[in-house]
Structure formats: C-alpha cells, structure tokens
C-alpha cells in the first residue's frame, strides 16, 4: 500500500513536471516574442524618425543629399536592418542593401503609407520579401509636404532568436523551482 501510493506521488510529480515545462514554453514563448517585437519595433522607429527629422528640413523634394546615402548605410550597420527610402508614390530611391542607382524606378505595387493601425508592420511587404519582416517606416516631410519614407525591415527570424535566447533564463527559473519542490516529495 504504502509502495503504491508513493509511485502514484512519483508519477504525479512528473506529470506536474511536464506539465509546467508546456506551460511556461508556450505562454512564455508568446509573450517574450510580443515584447520582443514591440521593444525592437519602438528602437527602430526612434531610429528611422532620427534620420527622418534630421533630413525633414533640409531636403526639398528634388535632390537627396550627399551624405543621405552614408547614413542610411551607417544606419543598417548599426541597426542590423536593411534600409530603404522609398517616395509617396512607392518608388525606391534608396536601399543599403545595394547601389542606390539600380533601383531607380522600381516601384512597390500598391504602396500605401497610411494602410497601418501601428507604426510598425509584419508581413512580406506589400510581397517584397519572400519571407516575414518586421517594417517600421518614418515621413520626411518638411512644409507640409511627404517628400518620402524611411523604412526599415529586418527579418521576423531575427525576433525568434532574440525571444529565444531570452527564454533560457525562464527555463532555468522553472527547472529550480521544480527541482525545489522536489523537497515535498521528498517529505512526503
């Protein structure tokens, strides 16, 4: 009797075992990615609206200046993301990932700046991206006039790495705290 009751104990610990290790990957999971994303996306956004107020007064809508290029370029070593500079009418004028002059005229189809609730989008980009990117985007606009976008991309996969390694310590909590109650076991 006593042998029986004490295996129904073991296997009542395990169970409670795996069950709080699913507990904690899947609600942790989602909630570190969430704040992962929102913490990334409100970094980028500070960034891109740096870069859009620093040039929203000096840029007039005909030339880019000189040292636009070197920024956006500085900006992607620094943040990681590809930065684009795209016009109100979703024409690419800029992008750090190649040579500003091979991508004069192609267009984003359908771009549509003011088709968000947030400051910042996941998704593929208006199809752009094979895969999923996070998007935050920033106005240059200087006289009451939206001389372009800045917008930076950086992939969602990224995120994922970022949420998981900040899940290790959440593991490593809850296997303590289990390993704690193996005391109860213990006395019981």
Known sequence: MKHSLYRKFL?????????????VAI??????????????????????????????????????PDDFGNRLKALQTYTGTRVWFIS???????????????????????FDPADTRSYYRTGSFYGTFPEEELSVQAPVTANLSTY??????????????????????????????????LMILVLL
């Open 148 to 181: 372009g976008y800045i917008i930076l991309h950086l992939p969602v996969t990224d995120l994922h790495s970022e949420a998981d390694r900040l899940l290790i310590p959440i593991y490593i909590t809850a296997l303590l705290i289990y390993l704690c109650t």
């Open 11 to 23: 296997i009542c610990y395990a169970v409670f075992g795996v069950l709080c290790f699913g507990i």
């Open 27 to 64: 609600f942790s999971s989602r909630l570190t990615y969430r704040a992962t994303l929102s913490q990334t996306a409100s970094r980028l956004y500070r960034e891109a609206m740096k870069i859009a107020s620093d040039y929203s007064d000096i840029y007039t809508g005909g030339q880019i």
């Open 88 to 110: 109100p009418d979703g024409a690419i004028t800029f992008d750090s990932a190649s040579e500003p002059s091979s991508l004069t005229g192609e267009r984003i189809a359908d």
